[in-house]
């Protein structure tokens, strides 16, 4: 794993720098940048046009990619759908949802660990009367189990992240969208894949309905994300975006949209980034999955154990396999922590990281995150423990 290092610019460029912040968005290998450039130089050309033989190239080949994405999820290239990120992806199904697919008196189940981007969308419709929000609410973090308990003859959906952007804690999604389905085949399972596509594949024959997720955290260009829908919703949700390129025709007061993925990405596609993304994929698939998250699972032990020596730390999620560390030192502020990290050159970030309702399991208002991904190094967690070893309270007062 040591060699992928001299593949990643930017480590070659900061090579004083820690790079912890990878939950935020991943480093990209030198193949994905120069995929991006490829693209502008032999391609250049929009998709939704054939009339040339080098715009059939671009589209022949942006269909190429979706069947190489359709790969990650075990899924069928026709069920892939390119959106700006997850966060739009999770807002395309949460109006989707709630545009004809569940009625005020139904329920939509989610954590207090969720990011914003799985949020805010059920909030926002739970206060329009859409429905009710219904929170899992054990104080702990959830499970399968804890989503499989909630369930009530009201619930219609359950939306939850497949791995937490803190707390780096995994869902057994296969098992809650068996279980949930089995006691009532009409929910409706939406997973926020965000952070958990990064470490793991998906198998979608589970029979999950929806999947959003972001390429810019595992090795993509930023501006890309991709929305799993079972074959169903293809024509029976609404799209977020109305415009060129997702509508058979248009007459003055109405229009017939298509049945399919072209549906859901109304306007040009982020051309540059999907051509960036098979490379990301490529770089991925070269090391293998199944490498890159026990590699992550041991540098998370190790980064656990190391930790040890300091005093008066907290860590908050010793136990979660993911390589994230969600951490307080006694009595000092995390911002003022982060900041003081920040001065020495490490990249982190402190807060609650977008899961605002997260202090109702982990009981605090902040912490610091560390968080790795398969570029980093055990030498690089020494440093920084040697590092936090010199910290003294005060020393994070910053003037
Ligand atoms: C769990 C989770 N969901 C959704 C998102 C939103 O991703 P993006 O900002 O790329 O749309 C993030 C980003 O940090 C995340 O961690």
């Known amino acids: 794993m040591n060699n992928v290092r001299k593949d990643f610019p930017w480590i070659t460029k900061h090579p004083k720098l820690l790079y912890f912040d990878s939950a935020a968005t991943s480093l990209k290998p030198q193949s994905v940048i120069d995929a991006i450039s490829n693209y502008y130089i032999n391609y250049g050309t929009n998709t939704h046009n054939s009339d040339s033989a080098i715009a059939f190239k671009t589209t022949s080949k942006v269909q190429a990619i979706r069947n190489k994405t359709a790969k990650l999820f075990n899924a069928k290239a026709s069920n892939i759908v390119f959106t700006s990120g997850a966060t739009e992806g999770l807002n395309l199904i949460a109006y989707g949802i709630a545009n004809g697919f569940i009625k005020p008196k139904q329920e939509v189940l989610i954590s207090k660990l969720e990011h914003a981007s799985n949020l805010l969308p059920w909030i926002r419709l739970a206060k329009q009367g859409c429905f009710k929000l219904k929170y899992v609410d054990e104080g702990k973090i959830p499970t399968a189990e804890s989503y499989l308990k909630a369930i009530t003859r ?208 982990i009981k605090t208002q902040a912490a610091v995150r560390l968080s790795l991904y398969f570029y980093n190094t055990k030498e690089e967690i020494d440093k920084f423990v040697k590092l936090l070893k010199k910290f003294k309270k005060g020393d994070e007062i910053i003037l």
């Not at 090795?219 to 058979?248: C, E, F, H, R």
């Not at 699972?297 to 136990?319: C, G, R, S």
């Not at 995390?334 to 003081?340: G, N, V």
């Open 154 to 361: 009201n619930t219609k959906v359950i939306a939850f992240a497949g791995s937490s952007n803190i707390l780096g804690n995994n869902i057994d999604y296969v098992t809650l969208v068996k279980q949930a389905k089995k006691l009532n085949p009409n929910i409706i399972i939406v997973m926020d894949a965000a952070q958990y596509l990064p470490h793991h594949k998906i198998d979608v024959t589970c029979g999950i309905d929806f999947i959003a997720c972001s390429c810019h955290k595992l090795l993509g260009p930023t501006g890309l994300g991709i929305v799993y829908m079972a074959d169903k919703w293809l024509s029976l949700l609404q799209p977020l975006k109305y415009g060129g390129g997702m509508n058979q025709s248009i007459d003055k007061e109405n229009y017939v949209l298509y049945n399919n993925v072209d549906k859901f990405e109304g306007g040009t596609l982020p051309l540059a980034q999907i051509f960036g993304w098979e490379a990301a994929i490529d770089y991925l698939n070269k090391i293998g999955f199944n490498n890159i998250s026990k590699y992550q699972h041991d540098l998370k032990k190790y980064f656990v154990k190391q930790l040890a020596q300091i005093k008066n730390i907290v860590v908050y999620n010793k136990q979660e396999p993911e390589a994230i560390i969600y951490f307080n030192i006694n009595k000092v502020h995390a911002q003022d922590l982060a900041s003081w990290l920040g001065t020495k050159g490490v990249i982190c970030r402190a807060g609650l990281s977008c899961a605002k309702l997260a202090h109702h399991i």
